[in-house]
């Protein structure tokens, strides 16, 4: 069964900084990863994906992906206070959305002024 | 676009008591899926639809959990004989189902069981 694990559990950035979340999965044949973020009392909402090795550069994020390491990564540079939220990495066997995902239990951020 | 349409947002009930949740998909997405997110347990999976039929619900405690799919505009969740272990915040996400799509979740529903 997929194991899927985050770090750190939480993480307290000076505005202006660079933010670095980390995600390990468990089953080699996973072919889809994605970062989804959480405010407080929101629906989760999906910031970014990738299937294949590498890294994809959105804005201010970043995600990069090493299967063979069983890892990905989110990188937000320039965080402001409106990034504070729960982080959320997830997982699918498949290579779309189209399936069910697994979580990680997240990682808290908080972004000070 | 509204997005998915969750109802009711929060919901108490006595142990013992049934529970009904509901859920209206992204008009269009043939995937509709169900979620459970608790602060311990973080957020998991316990079943979901594609063009109305189920497809995978490993997630669901089989004794009082029960999903259907009724028409492609709605979904519910049912959970008889409430207990406090299931005070959660149910969530629902649809999509598309074509190509390298994006699940879209839903506000949530807060059960309460007391």
């Known amino acids: 069964q997929q194991k899927v694990q985050q770090s750190p559990e939480s993480l307290i950035v000076p505005e202006g900084a660079m933010t670095s979340l980390n995600c390990t999965f468990s089953?080699?044949?996973?072919?889809?990863f994605a970062w989804y973020r959480q405010h407080s009392g929101k629906a989760p909402k999906a910031l970014m994906s990738i299937f294949s090795n590498g890294e994809k550069e959105e804005g201010r994020f970043t995600i990069h992906l090493n299967k063979a390491s069983l890892h990905f990564s989110l990188h937000i540079r320039d965080s402001q206070p409106s990034d504070s939220a729960l982080y959320l990495c997830?997982?699918?066997?498949?290579?779309?959305?189209?399936?069910?995902?697994?979580f990680g239990i997240g990682t808290r951020v908080l972004v000070r002024p | 676009n509204a997005g998915v349409i969750q109802t009711p947002r929060h919901k108490v009930t006595g142990k013992g008591q049934e529970a009904t949740l509901w859920c209206e998909p992204i008009?269009?997405?043939?995937?509709v899926f169900w979620y459970r997110q608790t602060i311990v347990q973080g957020l998991e999976f316990l079943t979901y639809f594609r063009n109305q039929a189920p497809i995978d619900d490993s997630g669901m405690p089989k004794e009082r959990f029960s999903a259907q799919m009724p028409n492609q505009s709605h979904s519910t969740l049912k959970i008889q004989s409430t207990q406090p272990q299931d005070s959660a915040v149910y969530l629902c996400?649809?999509?598309?189902?074509?190509?390298?799509?994006?699940?879209?979740f839903g506000p949530g529903t807060r059960l309460l069981v007391l």
């Open positions: 089953d080699s044949a996973s072919q889809y």
């Open positions: 997830a997982v699918s066997m498949t290579n779309s959305a189209g399936n069910k995902l697994t």
């Open positions: 008009s269009g997405h043939s995937a």
């Open positions: 996400a649809s999509s598309s189902g074509q190509g390298q799509d994006t699940q879209y």
